[in-house]
């Protein structure tokens, strides 16, 4: 095996440069009938031996990665611009409105948004969303998202989206609460 300072020497070696540095790196002349493995003792099997190739084998990371714990972040590729929940219908003041509510949420992690303040912001399967919102999603075919996830931005103005690991994939403006509807208690 070479040794570390002679290894990093050859790494950054050009292609053209590479036989002149290989030429001080070579492997001993062998008698007839020796083999590497059969060298008599004594020898300088250092200088001989084969170079190990490790294995990596599929061992579970033993702390795997709590994305609950890291701040939230946006993706907008997949904000709908159509009727029934698009973005088309935000004007100037609603938007700056929405991007400092968002720009809030940043400084949370998924913990805190979704899990300590659940009452306003959390996931709803998909079968709890209302048929519209429930053809729609058949027809964007996200075949991955068993659940959507609501922000609540102020009384009946949500949010909608599907989580990728911290990061909430924006889709639907609702200003009236309609993609879940919720039935007030005792009315």
């Known amino acids: 095996m070479l040794a570390e300072p002679a290894r990093t020497a050859l790494l950054q ?3 053209a440069d590479l ?3 290989l030429s001080g790196f070579h492997r001993p002349v062998l008698g007839r009938g020796e083999s590497f493995a059969g060298r008599k003792r004594g ?3 250092s200088r001989c031996a084969s170079p190990r190739i490790s294995s990596f084998s599929r061992v579970p990371h033993p702390n795997p990665v709590d994305w609950w714990a890291f701040h939230l972040a946006w993706r907008i590729s997949r904000m709908e611009f159509c009727d029934p929940f ?3 219908t935000v004007d100037k003041e609603t938007l700056e409105n929405i991007r400092s509510k ?3 949420f940043e400084k949370r992690t998924l913990n805190e948004i979704f899990v300590a303040s659940r009452k306003q ?3 709803v399967p998909i079968k709890g969303l209302c048929s519209e919102a429930q053809k729609r999603l058949d027809e964007l075919r996200l075949p991955d998202v068993e659940q959507l996830y609501c922000l609540r931005l102020s009384g009946t103005q949500r949010v909608w989206g599907f989580l990728t690991q911290n990061v909430l994939n924006l889709i639907w403006w609702d ?3 309609l993609v879940c509807p919720s039935e007030k208690k005792y009315t």
Do not use: Y
Request: no cysteine; aromatic share 4%; hydrophobic share 20%.
């Open 43 to 45: 020898g300088d099997r």
């Open 13 to 15: 070696t050009s292609l």
């Open 175 to 177: 200003k009236d609460h």
């Open 86 to 88: 698009g973005w088309h």
């Open 102 to 104: 968002l720009a809030e």
């Open 121 to 123: 912001n959390h996931g």
């Open 19 to 21: 036989p002149r540095r």
